[in-house]
């Protein structure tokens, strides 16, 4: 590449670092990791190429060239796909490779430029390589013919000693490049062990292949990867985020939530979701609704704003959906030319005796009772607008199968969504996001503020209960955007 063109490169990837807060978004960014209605559906994928239907493993975006890319597998061997990142939220692929390559894993991907103006996507070593375990790959993407893709130049590199991953005989190995460009994360999970490590991305470039134990930090995580498998990592040059889990109930070995570790580069914990819920009640419209799935976790950008982001995979096998959601996205756009998040609150309600209702009640009358969902928050300043959204389930007798729910503030009903019951067994249930952006009068000397929510059925005398037991809980959070 030309001197002038690597000169560009490098004063864009020198400006992206200068002008992401360090950590960028990091105060936000936790604050929202695990808040639905703050995540904004980025993308929603339609791939192409051999196994197109298939689970997709991994995605990144270069910021310079505005490409989104995609990764699945097919036969152990690795699909590409081309999107475009500045496109619209439902899109298929433009490009792909033809023929699935043999030599590069699918686990995880991600992108960087060095210094000579070269761009590298890493991903895992494929199964079939020697030592895969210990291995990551870093490979080259170009467009062409007509719609195809290129994956050429491909090389690479042992992060792990044979000790650390027990002589290679089980698990994988994936890779992560921060969204600085500091630093190059990668993580071992197997039977044996859990490992992250931290390295400098340029001391990467510049030395041999064998770097296994030329890391600044290193660290364990303690979740089971048979019940949870590790589907994603990110970092942003301060913090290392682990998306481990897949919601599966046609696999008996899998658990029944999504987990996430967030720890500072060099190993401390400073946050951890057991419960992880964005994208989940849009899984539950897909197929059979009961498949939850990360896939895969990296950066995308939303109104010129790097956002973590994270894949979940959903639908029926050979129909699987495939949705980007841009962590806090949502609550930027409302917190736009704001103060942002000034703090965010989450209720889980998981006493299904004490949160049932049997309100009778005719349609267009909301009622609540002994089981009201509700989360009172009390504001940081004047001004601040607040952000509620309500997850739940609702189930009914049979025959009232259409109704309404709303969030009210006191007694003030401030949103509303119909709602259509679905039949399931002898009772009609079903599951329901809903969300608004309230802007009450807030005194000098801010009050408790309480948000509920009612709900109506179109039938008379048909009982209504809220789900709230352990294994389907209701979640109400609220975010104050400050003014």
């Not at 491909?154 to 991953?165: K, W």
Request: proline share 4%; net charge negative.
């Amino acid at each position: 590449m030309p001197p002038r063109k690597v000169v560009t490169k490098m004063t864009k990837a020198r400006d992206l670092a200068n002008n992401v807060t360090v950590p960028p978004s990091s105060h936000t960014a936790l604050k929202v990791l695990n808040v639905p209605g703050a995540a904004l559906e980025k993308y929603n994928l339609t791939r192409q190429g051999t196994g197109a239907t298939n689970v997709t493993q991994g995605f990144t975006v270069d910021p310079y060239t505005g490409e989104l890319f995609t990764s699945h597998k097919t036969s152990n061997s690795l699909v590409v796909n081309k999107f475009d990142s500045t496109g619209a939220v439902s899109q298929t692929a433009s490009r792909w490779n033809n023929t699935p390559s043999q030599s590069l894993g699918t686990q995880q991907l991600d992108v960087s430029w060095d210094k000579d103006g070269n761009r590298w996507f890493w991903t895992s070593a494929p199964p079939s390589q020697s030592g895969q375990a210990k291995h990551i790959k870093r490979f080259k993407i170009s467009d062409g013919a007509s719609n195809l893709l290129s994956l050429t130049d491909v090389q690479m590199y042992q992060v792990y000693t044979d000790a650390e991953v027990a002589n290679g005989s089980g698990g994988q190995c994936t890779a992560s490049v921060s969204l600085d460009g500091r630093y190059l994360v990668t993580e071992y999970s197997g039977s044996f062990t859990k490992l992250i490590k931290v390295f400098n991305l340029q001391d990467v470039m510049d030395g041999g292949t064998d770097i296994s134990t030329s890391q600044e930090y290193s660290f364990t995580i303690g979740f089971n990867s048979v019940q949870r498998p590790l589907q994603g990592i990110a970092c942003d040059g301060a913090y290392v985020y682990t998306f481990a889990g897949n919601v599966d109930p046609s696999d008996s070995n899998t658990a029944s939530s999504l987990q996430v570790y967030v720890h500072t580069v060099d190993g401390t914990l400073v946050q951890f979701y057991d419960d992880f819920e964005v994208g989940l009640t849009e899984a539950q419209s897909d197929g059979a609704g009961t498949k939850y799935e990360f896939e895969g976790a990296g950066w995308t950008w939303h109104n010129g704003t790097p956002h973590l982001s994270i894949m979940i995979v959903s639908g029926n096998s050979g129909a699987r959906v495939s949705r980007i959601w841009a962590l806090g996205a949502k609550a930027a756009d409302n917190s736009m030319n704001s103060g942002g998040v000034k703090q965010a609150i989450t209720g889980v309600i998981t006493n299904g005796n004490a949160n049932q209702t049997t309100s009778t009640f005719k349609s267009s009358t909301e009622a609540g009772g002994s089981g009201d969902v509700a989360l009172t928050i009390t504001p940081t300043a004047t001004g601040s607008k607040l952000l509620v959204g309500i997850q739940c389930s609702l189930s009914t007798s049979t025959g009232g199968k259409t109704g309404l729910v709303a969030i009210y503030r006191g007694a003030t009903k401030i949103a509303q969504k119909g709602i259509l019951y679905q039949d399931v067994g002898s009772n009609i249930n079903t599951g329901f996001y809903i969300e608004c952006l309230d802007e009450p009068t807030i005194p000098e000397t801010p009050t408790p503020i309480t948000y509920t929510l009612k709900f109506a059925c179109a039938q008379n005398n048909a009982q209504v209960n809220i789900h709230a037991e352990s294994f389907d809980p209701a979640r109400v959070t609220i975010l104050e955007i400050a003014a």
